[in-house]
Structure formats: C-alpha cells, structure tokens
C-alpha cells in the first residue's frame, strides 16, 4: 500500500536519491531541508512516515520526532545518523521511533523500513476505525547506547536497550567474557525511568553462597559467624534501580531457588531472619555459560532460566565484527590517553591492520590491555606495529571455558564498559 513520506535532511543529494527510490517504489515523497521545514510541511502534506536525520542545523531529529509525537502521534518517524550516536538512537527510540537507521543506509533497507512502517499506520488506522484502542503503540522500536560499533548486531542491541528502557523486564544478557555485559545493562539503567536510582553490579563468581545471599538478601543480628549487626541487602537499597548479576550460570541450586522467589513474588528473607522484604529492583543477568546445556544437565533451574530471560541479549565476540574496531581503538587510546599520560594520539595503518587482523579471544578486555601497552612503549605520537605484543596478549587474554569463571570479572566489564562493547 503506498504512502506519505516526508524525507528530512540537511544534504540534498541523500534526499533526491532517497527521493528517487522511494517514487520509485510507488510512494509519494516530499521533503524538507530542516526540522523547521518539515514542521511547517506536516499539517498539509500529513505524512504517514517521516524519515529524517538526526544531525541538523537548529532543531535536531530528536527534536523534530518529540514535536511529531505531540501533534501527530499517528505518523511513524524514522531517525537516521551517520555518527557512533548512541545515546541519541536509544533516546529516540524511547521516545517512540519506529526504527534507527546507521548512514550510509542501502536503498533496499530503507524501502523494507518505510513499508513496514506503512503497513503498521494503515493497521493502526484500520483498527482505529473499529473502535480499537492502543494498536500501533507496540511498534518496533530501535535504541542505542554509550556503546560504540555499527555491525548490524550492534546496531540491533542498541535497539533493545532503547526498548527495555521503557518497560522493567528482566534480561539476560550472553556473551564471551570481556565483550561488554555489564556496560549493556549499565546502558538499559542509564536510559531507563529510574536511572537515578542505584546501579549495582554483583560478581556472583567471587562471593560463597552465605555472603552471596548477605549481599542481596541482608542478613540480621547473628545470622552467621561475624554478622555482629543487621544489614540491609542490595535488593532492598537498590529501591526501583537495577541489580546486575554477573556470571549467574555459576550459581548454586539453593540461591537460584531464592532468587526464583524474587523474580517470582518480589519479596525475599534476609539470612536468618522471618520476616519478608519487598524489592521493586530490576534484574539483569549475565553470563559466559550455555545455558541451554546447563539447564539440559541439572546445573541451572529451568523455571528460572525463563524466568531471567525475559528479554535475551546476545552480545557478539569483538573477532566476529573487525569493521567495530577503529572506533573502538580510538575511543579507547583517547581515555588510556588521558589515564597514562601518555604522547600516543594516532594508530598507524599498518598497526590498525594487526589490530583488525588479530582474533581477540579477550574481546574489547584485550583490545584495551593491548593498547594500553602500546601507548606505554610507544616513544611518539604515533602506535605502530612494532608496539604491539598480541600474541602475548592473546594468550593471556584467552576466554574462560564452559566450566568456570574468573572472580573479579563485574569490576573488570565496568572499566570496559566506559569505552563500549
């Protein structure tokens, strides 16, 4: 069924081949060089889809897409951007973007979005007309993060935090240690309605069951040896915040029995004590394990394991995306930079090559460890091959098996977490 289309950007030769495409696909197409333009252009063309970029002059895409949602609620909106904005995607797409497009967009993409996004207007208004309310408010929303990669994997976790940030689901994000977990869930908070309530990250690896459960739950007066006082636990402190459980798949039988309790009544007893507690904190788990085999081999509880996957993030291992790494490489030299004190201000090609090139089995982790290394040894401005010492890093940076998990690994994805996934 073909539609309205407003197209919105600044460079006139993305509209005319956009333009071009799209009549071409049997819409109608006007466009405006400005969110000021297009605001002036939306009463009297009425636009079914709006399609605009991000980055303008004067008024933004983002602000163009909170004056759209106030006026004319109806009309689907698509941001487009061709910088490492993340944090610009995920607020659009709480805001109630349609979908987030990374430039340069092929024109296949772009005509498969805008159709859809047709289709769900004309099923919006098909059911208006009956009556229905609340259709077409769940369409597929797209996020971003303080996360930095544009493989379309990545792309597509942006999307998911930008949604999550508007519900309390529980996740459980997945992937290889030093790909950036806790950076994800610390995202999910930071653009959540409660981002100013606690974050807080437990390494369940590096804890027994007793203080594991002291942590969380609290314990009272004389619950164990040492436990001369009662203490609050983070499931009661955390308020409406997020608790992040680290390497979850290395718990015990008995803890995932009490956290099911959580999950499942949102209340909990501290060590040793009778009288429940409420929590209204969010959960988000992590971890390196299958947990498919876990689960299948009596190691994880089931009903748990659904319970906690809610919402699954899948984070991809930093060998499956090379094209992500320069702007991890930069972003990461310009912190180490200022942490080291550093001259480094450049990667060389040929070093930037060896970078691309090298597996990483210790993911942004390595990537990090080796950089900050470079720019040690490093006596210029410039990192160049001979600065390099992957092959030490990678055997030391060599994923955790199946079967184990290395303690501290929640600090360690925090100081990832500042420079992305």
């Known amino acids: 069924m073909a539609g309205r289309i407003l197209l919105v950007d600044d460079d006139a030769d993305t509209r005319r081949v956009f333009r071009d495409k ?38 933004t895409g983002l602000d163009l897409l909170e004056r759209i949602r106030e006026a004319m609620p109806d009309t689907q909106v698509v941001v487009m951007t061709g910088h490492e904005d993340m944090d610009s995607a995920v607020r659009a797409m ?16 772009l005509e498969a979005v805008v159709s859809r996004c047709v289709e769900e207007r004309a099923l919006h208004d098909d059911a208006a007309g009956q009556g229905a309310e609340g259709e077409g408010d769940d369409a597929p929303l797209a996020a971003d993060a303080t996360v930095i990669g544009r493989d379309p994997r990545m792309i597509e976790i942006y999307k998911t935090i930008g949604v999550l940030a508007r519900n ?66 983070y499931f009661e402190l ?13 718990t015990s039988p008995e803890f995932q029995t009490k956290l099911l309790r959580v ?48 919402v699954e993030i899948h984070v991809p291992p930093l060998r499956e995306r090379p094209g992500d790494i320069p702007l991890l490489a930069r972003h990461l030299l310009a912190r180490i930079r200022v942490e080291t004190g550093s001259a480094v201000r450049h990667i060389s090609d040929e070093a930037m090559e060896l970078l691309q090139a090298h597996p990483w089995p210790g993911n942004v982790r390595e990537l990090e460890n080796a950089l900050t290394r470079a720019a040690i040894v490093a006596r210029g401005p410039v990192i160049g091959p001979d600065h390099l010492s992957l092959g030490v890093e990678a055997a ?8 184990g998990a290395a303690a501290g690994d929640a600090g360690t994805e925090s100081r990832e977490g500042a420079a992305g996934v």
């Open 168 to 233: 309390r689901a529980t996740v459980l994000v997945r992937g290889e240690t030093g790909t950036g977990k806790e950076m994800i869930a610390r995202a999910i908070h930071k653009h959540s309605a409660h981002a100013s309530e606690p974050f807080v990250a437990v390494n369940c690896t590096a804890l027994t069951d007793t203080l594991l459960e002291s942590e969380l739950f609290g314990h009272v007066k004389g619950a164990f040896t040492g436990a001369v006082g009662a203490r609050r636990g």
């Open 238 to 250: 955390a308020g409406r915040g997020t608790i992040f459980l680290d390497e979850i798949g290395d």
């Open 94 to 109: 709480r805001e109630g973007a349609f979908d987030y497009l990374v430039k340069p967009v092929s024109l296949s993409r």
């Open 396 to 403: 030391a940076d060599r994923p955790r098996s199946t079967t």
């Open 263 to 310: 999950l499942q009544e949102r209340c909990f007893y501290p060590v040793g004590g009778e009288e429940p507690r409420t929590t209204e904190a969010r959960v988000i788990a992590a971890t390196h394990q299958p947990m498919e085999e876990l689960v299948e081999e009596g190691g994880f509880r089931e009903d748990l394991y659904f319970r906690l996957r809610v």
């Open 22 to 59: 799209l009549e071409h696909a049997g819409f109608q197409v006007d466009e405006a060089e400005s969110a000021e333009a297009a605001l002036g252009r939306l009463h009297g063309f009425q636009p079914d889809v709006v399609v605009t970029d991000i980055h303008m002059e004067g008024l």
